[in-house]
């Protein structure tokens, strides 16, 4: 699958956005995440949705803030931000897995597929 992120840009602390990541396939089919990276960091966690399901994981510094989503009928996984922080100033990624659910954890390894980065700056 292939995927393609975008919505990012600047924004003021407070603010929300709204990423979207197009798939090739069927977005239905994958467990979907969402990472980020800030620069000198690694790429961490944000949330993720289960194949097949509405049942979502968020970290713990975006809870209550951001929402997975999913569009089945346009094959997209959506992640609105709300609330905005500059610490959410990052690349963020949207990555599929192929694995079982019990093995896709909170790592990036658990993602077989990647988007490339769509970069969100919060300014405060």
């Known amino acids: 699958v292939q995927l393609q992120a975008s919505g990012g840009g600047p924004v003021q602390a407070g603010d929300s956005l709204r990423l979207s990541c197009a798939a090739s396939g069927r977005t239905f089919n994958y467990h979907m995440g969402w990472f980020r990276q800030a620069p000198g960091k690694e790429r961490e966690f944000v949330a993720r949705l289960r194949r097949g399901s509405s049942t979502a994981d968020y970290a713990d510094s975006v809870k209550g803030r951001f929402t997975i989503s999913r569009d089945n009928a346009k094959n997209t996984v959506n992640l609105q931000m709300n609330s905005l922080k500059p610490e959410d100033t990052a690349v963020y990624y949207c990555?599929?897995?192929?694995?079982?659910?019990?093995?896709?954890?909170?790592?990036?390894?658990?993602?077989?597929?990647w988007g490339q980065g769509t970069l969100v700056t919060v300014s405060s």
């Open positions: 990555a599929a897995s192929t694995l079982v659910y019990s093995a896709v954890g909170y790592s990036p390894l658990g993602y077989n597929y």
